[in-house]
């Protein structure tokens, strides 16, 4: 999976979340995860970004400093989420175990598409 292609997938999926989010309120979607206006909006300017990217910007080294940087914050943002789940007092409602294996598995899966993909990147210019 390239770089771009993780972004237009995840971005995608985050802005529809987000907007999810606002339409149905505050508390936990489908009891599994959490949403509050915090989160959602964090979910529609992420998503706008990844979209961006991964639509929009031609420029692959764009597309994976941003993944990149997004990926990282997701992946401490889980890794936060089991110490303090409300985020320091920035949540109405705390983060649940799905909430925290959903932001690993983002940060996780986006950096192996920026690693994969500068792999790629590199043998294909060495030929």
């Known amino acids: 999976m390239t770089t ?3 972004a ?3 971005g995608v999926v985050l802005l529809l979340l987000g907007v999810l989010g606002l339409l149905l309120g505050d508390g936990l979607l489908l009891g599994l ?13 992420t998503g706008g970004l990844l979209a961006y990217v991964g639509f929009g910007q031609r420029d692959e080294g764009v597309a994976r400093s941003v993944v990149l940087v ?3 914050i997701y992946l401490l943002v889980g890794v936060i989420g ?8 920035l949540l109405q409602h705390d983060y ?3 909430d925290n294996l959903i932001h690993l598995a983002l940060g996780i899966l986006g950096l192996a ?3 994969a993909s ?3 990147g590199t043998a294909t210019r060495r030929a």
Request: hydrophobic share 55%.
């Open 8 to 10: 237009q997938v995840v």
């Open 113 to 115: 598409a920026v690693f």
């Open 82 to 89: 089991f110490v303090l789940p409300d985020m320091g007092g």
């Open 4 to 6: 771009r292609v993780y």
């Open 70 to 72: 997004l990926s990282v």
């Open 118 to 120: 500068g792999r790629g």
């Open 96 to 98: 649940t175990l799905g």
């Open 33 to 45: 995860v959490n949403i509050d206006i915090v989160e959602d909006i964090i979910h529609l300017i």
